[in-house]
C-alpha cells in the first residue's frame, strides 16, 4: 500500500504539470478568442497599457511566490540528502564500535545488517517493492535490545557499550524524522493561487496577442516552461521518489561494510 501512495505520488506531479500546461495555454487561446468578441476601444492603446501595468503587479507576485516554493522544496530536499549522509556514516561508526566490543556483538551487528537492508528497501521503493519510510522494529526495539543486553567485561567494554547505546538512540530518532519528513511540505493553497495569478496573466497576453503561429508557440513554450517549475516543485517534494531522487549510494555503501 505504501509503494502504491508513493508511484501515485510521482503520477500525480506529472498529471499536476500536465493540468497547469493546459490551464495556460488554455488561458491564452481564450483570451484570444475574447479578442475577436471585444470592440475597438477595449483594445486601444490606453486598454493595453493600462492592462500592461496590471498584470506586472500580478506577474511580480506570482514570480516571487514561485521562487519562494522551488527556494522552500529545493532547501528541504537538501536537508534531507544531508541527513541520509550523516545517517549512513553513523551507522558504518555503529558496526564499528560494536566490532571493537568483541565477537559478543555478533547478534547486534547482524540485526544493524537486517535494519539497514530493510531501511534501504523502504527509502527507495522503486529499487525494491516494499514499504516507503514504513518504521522498522528492528530499530525500535531488536537492535536496541541486542546492544542493552550486552554484558560487559571491564571498562573498555563498558565505555563502547554505552556510546553503542547512545547512537542506537541516536539513529532510531533520526529514522523517526526521515519518516515524519516523508509528509509533503508544498502548501497546495499556495500552489494553487500561483496557477490562479499566471492563467490570468496569460489570459491577458492571449487578449492582446495577434493570433499567429509565432506567438502561439511562444506561449506555448511559456506554458510548459511554468508547468515544467510546477513539476520541479512537485519533485522535489518526492525525494526518495520521482526522477530527482535522493541517491541510495551512501547508504548502499554503509551496508557493503557492515559486518567486516
Known sequence: MELRESLDAAMSAHLTALAVFACLFG?????????????????????????????ATVATMAALVLGLLVASTKGTYDAERNETTQLASRIIYLDRVLAMYGPETGAARSELRQATAGMIDRMWPEEKKSAVLEPNDKWSEALPRAIYSLAPGDDVQRALKAQAAR??????????????????????????????????????????APPNGTVIIALMLSAVSVSGAIYLILELDL???????ISSHPMRLALSHLGQ
Do not use: C
Open 27 to 55: 488561458a491564452a487561446l481564450f483570451g484570444m478568442r475574447i479578442r475577436a468578441w471585444l470592440p475597438d476601444h477595449h483594445l486601444n492603446t490606453e486598454a493595453k497599457d493600462s492592462v500592461r501595468v496590471a498584470m
Open 167 to 208: 547512537m542506537v538512540d541516536d539513529l532510531g530518532q533520526m529514522r523517526w524524522l526521515l519518516y515524519e519528513q516523508a509528509e509533503t511540505s508544498v502548501s497546495r493553497a499556495m500552489l494553487l493561487v500561483v496557477v490562479l495569478w499566471l492563467g490570468i496573466l496569460f489570459l491577458s497576453i492571449g487578449l492582446f
Open 239 to 245: 525525494p526518495y521518489g520521482g526522477m530527482i531522487s
